[in-house]
């Protein structure tokens, strides 16, 4: 009995020597204190321990004084990270965990002053790299939601879609109002669909709202030519000009139209030609033949070979023929002829041909059918 007594005691012994090592500490706690930098507490922020382990992750939260507290850390190495609204403040990789607490403090001034130094810095230095870093950062995500909805305008105006075009350019310009190239393409899409509108007061608004995007495209595009001009800048505001002016015609503002066609040809001289031929299209249109006369005379000047503007030439001096009250006779203006021929010389089967000939006959002038061959006297017009 003796014997059995001892053994159970001995046994109760090992038991009780066994308890500690069941309920030893097996788990670490972390704790810390954020700081900006400023050297003010952090509030709110989150704060993540991601064991490199097991992958475990344990987010914490600052309080009121950018204290973050926690038990029950499985020991390891963790990568830990801090942010804020979604944006990331710090990061520290490598941090061993044990057993114990451990104080994990993050104060981004002394961090930023100790970077600086490693680098060669000042922390003033050093700062204006990282808001440089950030707003290159911020530029490169407005950039491409700019891009995103400006490919879709683009081809919804290639698809005759011009109300898609407008709602993607106008969201576009609420996110960054300060991109020419936007406000030219709205105007584009304007332009566009005015023409295809039904209501007189619509087209007449489209039409508006088209002059005043042209204007804010070269306003934007002129003040960024002054700060860093660019090889590029007068032909892109040629263009903007030359469409401004086919808008303002539109609207009835003739002379307008005419200076922004002015300005287009001295921007870019290059494209001179067509903007002087465009010039001549809206007075022929608003019935100021001698004006128009004059703007495809320097179409002419500035290409000798832009066959249209020689037969729009003829076509406005045909306005001008009289006819003589004796005879009945009709008396060409001067210089008719020569233009209508010249266009037939250089396009003989252009898509005028068959009018130019017409007008020839009409005033009973000279139709060259083969240049270098000959010519043939057109019969006068039967009265």
């Avoid at 494209?271 to 809206?282: E, I, L």
């Amino acid at each position: 009995m003796k014997n059995r007594i001892a053994v159970i005691v001995l046994m109760a012994l090992v038991v009780g020597l066994c308890v500690p090592s069941l309920f030893a500490q097996t788990t670490g706690s972390v704790k810390g204190v954020c700081r900006d930098d400023q050297g003010n507490p952090i509030v709110g922020a989150i704060v993540e321990w991601h064991n490199t382990d097991n992958g475990r992750k344990y987010t914490l939260k600052t309080n009121k004084k950018g204290e973050y507290f926690s038990l029950g850390i499985d020991p390891g190495k963790y990568d830990l990270t801090l942010s804020k609204d979604g944006k990331q403040l710090d990061q520290i990789r490598g941090i061993s965990v044990g057993i114990d607490e451990l104080d994990q403090d993050i104060d981004l001034k002394k961090e930023e002053v100790e970077t600086a130094k490693q680098q060669g810095m000042t922390p003033e230095q050093m700062k204006q790299m990282q808001q440089q870093a950030e707003q290159a950062n911020k530029e490169k995500d407005v950039v491409k939601q700019l891009n995103q909805r400006l490919s879709v305008a683009n081809t919804a105006i290639q698809g005759g879609d011009y109300d898609t075009a407008i709602t993607q350019l106008t969201e576009a310009n609420q996110i960054d109002p300060s991109r020419d190239i936007l406000w030219a393409r709205l105007a584009d899409a304007y332009l566009g669909s005015a023409a295809k509108q039904t209501d007189p007061a619509e087209k007449t608004r489209r039409y508006g709202e088209a002059v005043t995007d042209y204007q804010k495209a070269l306003d934007l595009r002129q003040k960024a030519t002054q700060a860093n001009a660019k090889p590029d800048d007068p032909k892109i505001m040629a263009a903007y000009y030359n469409n401004l002016a086919q808008a303002e015609a539109k609207t009835g503002k003739t002379d307008d139209a005419v200076k922004a066609y002015d300005q287009a040809a001295q921007l870019n001289p290059a494209g001179a030609a067509q903007y002087y031929y465009n010039q001549g299209a809206v007075l022929t249109n608003a019935g100021r033949a001698d004006d128009a006369i004059a703007a495809f005379d320097k179409s002419i000047a500035a290409d000798p070979t832009k066959a249209e503007a020689y037969y729009q030439k003829g076509v406005n001096l045909i306005a001008k023929a009289t006819v003589d009250s004796k005879t009945g006779k009709v008396m060409p203006a001067p210089g008719t002829q020569e233009a209508l021929n010249k266009y037939l010389e250089l396009q003989p089967n252009g898509p005028f041909a068959e009018g130019a000939k017409s007008m020839l006959e009409s005033i009973g002038g000279t139709v060259e059918t083969s240049y270098g061959a000959g010519k043939k006297k057109a019969p006068p017009k039967k009265q």
